[in-house]
């Protein structure tokens, strides 16, 4: 059985995506094949930077080590996509569009840090 990571990446080149070289559209964490049409995916890395989709607070503690409250939001890297959720420095709603950087945290994961307000 092969353990399978369901957190993006990231890395010094940016976050692990696969991408489809059918559709082009981006997964992260990398699938074994297109999560939309089933095509094949190459690996790459996309920028460590994105925008704001949307976030939230949440309010209760819900794995150790993450006390709450804590922000989390969804974020579109790059350009193009991946849309991911990431867990952010502060314990705030920002604003959709709002420009954000992933920072490699403990443990392997990451969490986001506003940067410029769209
Ligand atoms: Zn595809």
Known sequence: MTAVSYQP?????????????ECGRRAAPPTGACPWCRGPVRETHVEAEGTVWSSTVVH???RPGQPAPFGMAYVDLGESGPRVLVVMEDA??????????ME??????????????A
């Open 9 to 21: 990446r990231l890395t010094m080149a940016g976050v692990e995506v696969s991408e489809c070289t």
């Open 104 to 117: 490699a945290a403990e443990q392997g994961s990451w969490w986001a840090r506003g940067v410029v307000s």
């Open 60 to 62: 209760i503690e819900v």
């Open 92 to 101: 705030v709603r920002l604003p959709r569009g709002t420009r954000v950087r």
